[in-house]
């Protein structure tokens, strides 16, 4: 017997787990793949507790449990000022890797395009190719990696079904603005185009932003995916609960690929959150902590010589590397980590074509010791 032929022959295993298991290997403090090394908040473990005791250990509804789906909604409306219906235009996903699967499988036909902006997170572009469809690269500046308009309108074509967003974005920590939305607004106002926005890090937000969501600007909305995930925002990121958000027309679609890729998302995790979400201040908050967290391991790094990138939000901060060495920035993660115990992600794993900006990114969601640990070991490179 002849294996069939790869539907994704040029995809490998993903940096993150390469990256861990070489940080594991080497006994490396692990500042690469993005998750805390600090538990959440133990009430959530109460929350849990109770409603597995309460006997919600049975499947959800496919759509997720009702009350978190209200707790989101009312969330939305008040950071956002976008009403979604929690019956029909919000979703309960297994993570948001599972929502953005959902979203881009329900929309995109063989041989349509979709515009990825690099560098780009690496869950996309292979939904894209299983669905038959063509991602069509378009290049972030460099280095603010900002929209680049003209080479967007240029990459639009009469088979753009779909233009994936990213903010604050992994891995580079921009952040797009409400006039970066409406000039996107303006762009596809006359097209059918799709938005979907990955907004993971939405409450990751620093130095007074306000975070563009895509659900702040109502033609977008119209017309977008929104995704985001508790991982994220209450240090979870093992449990995979995420959820989309979408018009009714849109989510009808997504929920045919929700039922049969998930069915649904672990119930009494969706009860802890909805109880959790109670309190404004644990997501409103994020963004003064992770920001501390950023500062300290700056300060720290300036006595180094990596050169700081800008970092708005997301718990990622880059730095390029190019005062330290030439070499590639794959080789320069590997070698950090084998001979300095330090592992960080190569940037260049975020574009189709490996572009190699000597930039690595660090996660600073650890411990106030690990980041000083880390960056004492960084500032005798
Ligand atoms: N999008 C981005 C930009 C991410 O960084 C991540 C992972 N951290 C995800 C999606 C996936 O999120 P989840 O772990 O909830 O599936
Ligand atoms: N999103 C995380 C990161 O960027 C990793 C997620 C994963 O390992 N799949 O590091």
Known sequence: ??????????????????????????????????????????????????AMHAGHNQYAPMPGVPILRERIAEMTSELYGAAYDPEQEITITAGAT???????????????????LEPAYDSYVPVITLCGGTPV???????????????????????????????????????????DLQKLDELIHDTDILVLSD??????????????????????????FVVSSFGKTFHTTGWKVGYCLAPAELMREFRKVHQFLTFSVATPLQ????????????????GRFYQAKRDLFLDMMRASRFRPLAC???????????????????????????EWGVAAIPVSA????????????????????????????????
């Open 312 to 338: 708005c939000g997301t718990y990622f901060q880059s730095f390029d590397y190019s005062a330290i060495s030439e070499e590639d920035d794959q080789s320069m993660a590997r070698r950090v980590t084998q």
């Open 98 to 116: 599972a929502a953005l699967f959902a979203a881009i499988s329900a929309v995109v036909h063989p041989g349509d395009e979709v515009i990825v």
């Open 350 to 381: 975020f574009y189709h074509d490996g572009t190699d900006n000597r930039v690595l990114r660090f996660c600073f969601a650890k411990s106030d010791e690990t980041l000083e640990r880390a960056a004492e070991r960084l500032c005798r490179i």
């Open 199 to 224: 907004e993971v890090y939405e409450h990751i937000i620093f130095d007074g932003r306000q975070h563009a969501s895509v659900a702040r600007n109502e033609n977008l909305r119209q017309r977008a």
């Open 137 to 179: 690269f378009v290049r972030l500046t460099w280095p603010e990696y900002g929209i680049d308009w003209q080479a967007l309108r240029r990459a639009l074509s009469s088979r753009t079904r779909m233009i994936i967003l990213n903010s604050p974005h992994n891995p580079t920590a921009a952040t797009l603005s409400a006039h």
């Open 1 to 50: 017997m002849h294996a069939p032929p790869s539907k994704l022959p040029s995809v490998g295993t993903t940096i993150f787990s390469v990256m861990s298991a070489l940080a594991a290997e080497h006994e490396a403090i692990n500042l690469s793949q993005g998750f805390p090394d600090f538990d959440c908040d133990s009430h959530l473990f109460s929350l849990v507790q109770q």
């Open 271 to 286: 009860h802890a959150f909805a109880g959790y979400l109670q309190d404004e201040n644990r997501y409103l908050e994020l």
